[in-house]
């Protein structure tokens, strides 16, 4: 049975994200799943990876900033702003002092422009960058506009000449970058040499869970299932595999309208419910309101769709508040004065859940 949610994967090094969705295809059995924003196969932390339905919500989490942190070096440069890649300039360090690193990174908050590294995958012309920099191929790389919302030194070792810091970010800000523009202003070259994300929106890294324990748990289920079926522990070789009970890894499933905090939420009653399923139009006033869209007035820090300022959680429930279903999303409409359905993710009978 297909299973819409999230599962928040804490990403191993040396793995790509897409290298993480090929594991948990294969650990669940499932096709339509994918990862919310590439990971660095060298970083770890929090990757949100979406199944079913669930896949359908990734556009709405450009809002969501990203928190990390990262370890640096100064003292060279490298092809990828990263230990990883190849030296391409040494320098002498003496002379540097803690005052000057913490100097040079206070230019480093709020609304700044930025230069995608030329290993990135960021799209010049129809081609990924990485594409042009293993061709030994140059292009024009415009800066584009990022915004760090904190950006905290946690340590300076003057001995390793290494910093840590933790960082908030918006969508798009490349870490290592930040690493390398550190190094230019001290005149020392700096390269990243470690970087976990701690968050991604709602999600946080003390809340996620390993590919070994998904497939521990995986494991347990097939023990349990095959001795409900009277069968041995092992499988014999060329053994059918057993069929698994439904929600067997549902403790750490979490619900596809769990990272969608900016929106606003409203609930309706089952009769307007199936109407906005089928593709009617509901007036607020027949909602019951329990928040309001975070941005309706306040002003974003960077810019967003304008359907998000007005765009909505619609649920819906019994009348005396049981059943709770989510329907999908909706957004505003000045012209109708009404809700609109921009996705609808509710599956039930009779309904259809792929508009």
């Not at 090094?13 to 339509?32: C, E, W, Y």
């Amino acid at each position: 049975m297909v299973r819409d949610g999230i599962i928040n994967i804490n990403k191993p090094q040396k793995m790509t994200s897409h290298d993480v969705v090929g594991k948990l295809r294969r650990i669940l059995g499932m096709k339509k799943i994918g990862h919310t924003g590439t990971l660095d196969p060298m970083a770890t932390g929090v990757l949100p990876v979406c199944l079913g339905s669930a896949t359908r919500i990734t556009e709405y989490l450009d809002l969501d900033f990203k928190k990390y942190r990262c370890t640096m070096i100064l003292g060279k440069n490298t092809d990828t702003q990263d230990i990883w890649g190849e030296v391409i300039e040494e320098f002498d360090t003496a002379g540097v002092t803690e005052e000057a690193i913490r100097a040079a990174f206070e230019p480093f908050i709020g609304h700044i422009d930025q230069k995608p590294p030329m290993y990135s995958a960021v799209r010049v012309e129809g081609r990924r960058l990485y594409e042009y920099a293993r061709a030994g191929q140059e292009v024009d790389v415009k800066t584009r506009k990022i915004f760090i919302r904190s950006l905290d030194i946690e340590s300076i070792d003057m001995e390793k000449l290494e910093i840590t810091y933790t960082v908030e970010c918006s969508k798009g800000t490349y870490i290592r970058t930040i690493c390398q523009d550190v190094g230019i202003a001290l005149g020392t070259g700096a390269v990243m040499t470690g970087l976990v994300r701690l968050g991604s929106g709602r999600f946080v890294i003390e809340e996620t869970v390993t590919l070994e324990q998904l497939q521990a748990m995986k494991d347990a289920a097939v023990k349990e299932a095959r001795l409900a079926a009277g069968l041995p522990e092992e499988a014999e070789e060329g053994e059918p595999e057993v069929e698994l009970p439904d929600g067997w890894f549902d403790s750490v499933l979490l619900p596809q309208e769990y990272p969608l905090i900016h929106f606003g939420t409203a609930v309706v009653n089952p009769d307007l419910g199936k109407k906005f399923v089928d593709g009617w139009h509901i007036a607020l006033k027949d909602c019951r309101i329990e928040a309001r869209p975070e941005y309706e007035k306040k002003e974003p820090e960077m810019p967003i769709r304008e359907e998000y300022r007005r765009a909505w959680n619609l649920f819906m429930e019994e009348e005396d508040g049981t059943n709770r279903q989510y329907l999908g999303v909706a957004f505003y409409n000045f012209k109708y004065k009404k809700l609109v359905a921009d996705k609808v993710f509710f599956r039930g009978p009779g309904y259809d859940s792929d508009k």
